[in-house]
């Protein structure tokens, strides 16, 4: 566990940097939405929501709209290059697929890269806090061909309004020993599944994201083993550092 705490902390602090860094980097600025899809980008100058908008644009000339032609007035964020740098959608559905890769030592000593995939449909009440509903398969072992199909809920969320932003995500719930012809597993008990993990979105467009991930996953499972003229019960408990690409689309 201390390597774990020691590991995370130098994390946290690494997006802690990020997030300074960033702020720095941004501003505000006003938005003006027309009825005709137009949209001029500065400084209010002046707003009467009954009667006018007067708005200063980028480059010093100054405009005035009739209430009557506004759709709405917003304010974004950009950055100091005068970008638009925030457009992900905070509310609504989203899927998450990834690849994952853990590491971590068996019951023998002997350190073992596990490789699973996953996929995870939700719902994003905003931008602090998503749920979603979850299932995958994970080769912790991928020599011994056992497999685990966990089935869980999720919580994510993200820290910047912005397409890159750190976000955390956590996950609860069950994994089940999968009975595979390349094994000697003929079924067995499911176990809880626990994964909490902090990663970094990293922009592409906003319908499809990036993410990169470090979390720790605990899967505990009861895998039944049939023998020459028995069946034995073997638990097992896998502790993983497990590094996840995804894809996050919404």
């Known amino acids: 566990m201390k390597k774990i705490s020691i590991i995370l902390a130098f994390l946290f602090l690494g997006f802690g940097i990020i997030y300074s860094q960033e702020l720095e980097d941004l501003k505000h600025v006003d938005v003006v939405y027309l009825n005709d899809g137009s949209e001029f980008r500065g400084k209010i100058k002046e707003y009467l929501p009954n009667d006018k908008v007067v708005i200063e644009i980028l480059g010093g000339n100054v405009l005035t709209f009739s209430s009557t032609e506004v759709k709405k007035v917003v304010q ?3 950055n100091v290059k005068g970008e638009k740098v925030y457009n992900f959608k905070e509310k609504g559905i989203y899927n998450f697929l990834s690849l994952d890769f853990s590491g971590g030592r068996n019951d023998w000593n002997n350190f073992d890269v596990g490789i699973g995939l996953h996929n995870v449909t939700g719902y994003q009440f905003n931008r602090w806090i998503g749920v979603g509903l979850g299932a995958g398969i994970d080769a912790f072992e991928p ?11 999720e919580a994510r969320g993200y820290l910047l309004e912005r397409i890159h932003s ?16 390349a094994s000697d597993i003929i ?8 994964y909490p993990s902090i990663g970094y979105r990293i922009g592409s467009n ?16 009861t895998y039944e083993i049939q023998e020459w003229d028995s069946i034995r019960t073997e638990f097992m408990r896998y502790q993983r ?4 690409f995804g894809i996050l689309f919404g």
């Open 76 to 78: 974004e964020l950009i």
């Open 143 to 153: 020599s011994s061909a056992r497999l685990v199909v966990p089935v869980y809920a």
């Open 166 to 181: 750190p976000f955390y995500s956590l996950g609860l719930g069950l994994g089940m020993p999968l009975k595979t012809p």
């Open 187 to 194: 079924g067995g008990k499911p176990g809880p599944m626990f």
């Open 206 to 221: 906003k319908d499809a994201l990036f993410t990169l991930d470090l979390g720790f996953k605990l899967q505990k499972v």
């Open 241 to 244: 550092f497990t590094l996840r």
